[in-house]
């Protein structure tokens, strides 16, 4: 049993491996993490045996915390001041998102209320299928959703970038960056960030803990001036292949016609949520100054690490969107219950009962 899911993980790592080649050959944006994602997500409707363990992901998306940390600079002080309106302005756009999606899974999707209410939330997959479940709402079609979600709109930005924002491919299979050449000072500090990172972070019972720790660490070397190198691209493009098939693998033992009724729901989720983004985003442009595109990457909902490597891959601001990305699920998984229990009573008890 224990070789047989040894061998199913390395099919999973293997078919991600060659589904990032492929479209890191062919110039995809972002190709390790969505080249891994695509292949794994056909394998696993197909049918083919593929398995991530959750540490195994975990243990390589401290790597993506370490490179996100990296771009936080002495410079980003001088710009928070101006990012505080787009992330009050993001509670009242989480809002009423999150309404029309949860109106849009309930006449269309046929959802409970329950599961309508918690595939709905824009907060991190994990969190919503976790609560969601204990509420009492079906924490398969949960997560199927959100994972959906996170799959469409992944999938959508990073090529609306390159149609519409001028993003070029780089010239070479691997991103841009460093290699496995840092000198011994830097592997130090990478090695705490990713070790004591994640451990703090726990402790403190943080969302996402593995990606915000070594994250923040990270981000405080670089602020503090301790350190100024990102880990190795070759290591990078490993964890965004890990990244892209974990996605993938969410889809495995489902079967086949209800992976397809809930991806098609999600199609209009994605557009509500995509187009929603994008008038946010063309609004608090007109009232802040910030580029219209900028701010539509840090409202779309996609995952924290999904989108903040998105926004490293072509070229945005990576604390900017990281930053509204973790108080918008900080926002979600602290109100989410909360509004649940208020409003329940008023909006799902005549459903319900």
């Known amino acids: 049993m224990k070789n047989n899911k040894i061998i199913t993980v390395f099919i999973a790592i293997l078919i991600g491996t060659v589904g990032g080649f492929i479209f890191a050959i062919i110039k995809i944006p972002l190709p390790w993490m969505l080249g891994a994602m695509v292949f794994v997500t056909i394998a696993a409707v197909s049918g083919v045996p593929v398995l991530l363990p959750f540490m195994l992901r975990q243990s390589m998306v401290v790597f993506i915390g370490v490179l996100l940390g990296s771009q936080f600079t002495p410079e980003l002080f001088d710009q928070i001041s101006s990012w505080l309106i787009s992330v009050i302005a993001m509670l009242f756009y989480g809002i009423i998102v999150m309404f029309l999606v949860l109106s849009y899974l309930k006449k269309f999707g046929n959802y409970e209320p329950i599961t309508a209410y918690f595939s709905a939330a824009p907060g991190g997959l994990n969190d919503m299928t976790?609560?969601?479940?204990?509420?009492?709402?079906?924490?398969?079609?949960?997560?199927?959703?959100?994972?959906?979600?996170?799959?469409?709109?992944?999938?959508?930005?990073?090529?609306?970038?390159?149609?519409?924002?001028?993003?070029?491919?780089?010239?070479?299979?691997?991103?841009?960056?460093?290699?496995?050449?840092?000198?011994?000072?830097?592997?130090?500090?990478?090695?705490?960030?990713?070790?004591?990172?994640?451990?703090?972070?726990?402790?403190?019972?943080?969302?996402?803990?593995?990606?915000?720790?070594?994250?923040?660490?990270?981000?405080?070397?670089?602020?503090?001036?301790?350190?100024?190198s990102s880990p190795p691209t070759g290591l990078v493009a490993a964890a965004q292949v890990i990244l892209g098939t974990a996605i993938g693998c969410r889809f495995t033992g489902t079967d086949y016609g209800e992976i397809t009724r809930v991806i098609k729901i999600s199609v209009g989720s994605a557009f509500i949520l995509m187009s929603t983004a994008v008038g946010a985003g063309l609004l608090l442009s007109e009232i802040t100054g910030l580029p219209w595109y900028l701010v539509t990457l840090a409202y779309a909902p996609g995952g924290l690490a999904e989108m903040s490597l998105i926004a490293f891959g072509i070229g945005q601001d990576v604390p900017f969107v990281a930053t509204h990305h973790l108080c918008r699920i900080g926002m979600v998984i602290l109100l989410a219950p909360i509004a649940f229990k208020l409003i329940k009573k008023y909006f799902f008890i005549k459903t319900i009962d």
Not at 147 to 160: N, Q
Not at 170 to 178: A, C, F, R, V, Y
Not at 197 to 224: M, V
Request: charged fraction near 15%.
């Open 130 to 228: 976790i609560i969601g479940g204990e509420m009492g709402g079906d924490d398969r079609i949960i997560a199927l959703t959100q994972a959906s979600r996170v799959l469409l709109v992944v999938m959508t930005i990073p090529f609306l970038f390159r149609i519409f924002g001028g993003y070029e491919a780089p010239s070479g299979l691997l991103p841009k960056g460093q290699g496995f050449d840092l000198p011994f000072r830097e592997w130090c500090i990478i090695g705490i960030c990713v070790t004591l990172g994640p451990f703090i972070a726990r402790k403190l019972k943080l969302p996402a803990a593995f990606l915000l720790g070594s994250l923040i660490l990270t981000a405080i070397a670089h602020i503090a001036g301790w350190s100024n």
